[in-house]
């Protein structure tokens, strides 16, 4: 069948994240945590907080790589849990939903950067014909903060539908993230191809939804296998038009 839509992951593919920005991003986000909790009384040491949410982003990482993702509020809730787990006070409910908000931000002068050529890639695809979407695990930033993130790098306007895993309770490579998608461009997925950096959540979880699995970069998990290989965005309209699995070629 012909190629008709092809469908991103954002971290390490769209956007990346580079430790130059991660780093102070993770202190910035401890201190508005601290923040939050200081309007309800509750003023702990900054170490502390900053530990819970490491210890925070590594159990939704776990979870996402089984397929599941916390809705609202549930990041303000593992905080909690994993911060009275690990010595600090109980925070009351009340304060949730102002840690919630402080863990999902997304600073501007910490923010990941755009990937060479993305939104010209985005753009090309859209140009030659193709539908787009995106399929994103969110972690600890929440998918509002990613849309104006998508909005900034003027991502938006080249994508006609977006998925993130904290609005649907699933992550990839949980089937109904690429199915939610599809279903979205109304494309069928033998007519998709999927790009992606993580082997185990983007190209194993695109290829078990039946999708043309592309992997850029350089990760590798033994079992796993991309149909096809890039290194830049700028080898992915090349890629689509020699792929063997769809007839016809890539406009562009």
Request: glycine share 8%; proline share 6%.
């Amino acid at each position: 069948m012909q190629l008709q839509a092809v469908l991103f992951d954002l971290w390490g593919t769209l956007v990346l994240d580079p430790a130059e920005r991660s780093l102070p991003r993770q202190g910035w986000r401890a201190q508005r945590v601290r923040e939050a909790l200081a309007l309800h009384n509750c003023r702990v040491d900054l170490d502390l907080i900053a530990a819970a949410l490491n210890e925070a982003a590594r159990a939704l990482t776990a979870l996402q790589d089984k397929g599941i993702d916390l809705m609202a509020g549930g990041r303000a809730g593992l905080f909690a849990e994993l911060f009275e787990r690990n010595g600090g006070l109980p925070i009351p409910k009340s304060a949730l939903p102002e840690v919630e908000e402080a863990i999902g931000e997304m600073p501007e002068a910490y923010q990941p950067v755009e990937a060479p050529l993305a939104s010209q890639t985005l753009a090309a695809i859209k140009a030659s014909g193709l539908a787009t979407a995106l399929v994103s695990n969110a972690g600890l930033t929440t998918s509002p903060h990613l849309r104006r993130l998508l909005r900034d790098f003027e991502m938006l306007p080249h994508l006609d539908y977006l998925v993130f895993s904290d609005e649907l309770g699933v992550a990839k490579p949980h089937a109904r993230m690429f199915s939610e998608a599809l279903n979205g461009i109304g494309v069928p997925a033998e007519a998709c191809a999927f790009v992606g950096d993580s082997p185990h959540n983007d190209i194993g979880g695109a290829k078990d939804a039946g999708l043309f699995a592309i992997q850029i970069g350089s990760r590798h998990v033994n079992g796993i296998t991309p149909d096809a290989h890039i290194q830049l965005l700028q080898e992915l309209l090349p890629a689509l038009r020699t792929s063997e699995r769809h007839a016809g070629p890539v406009a562009g």
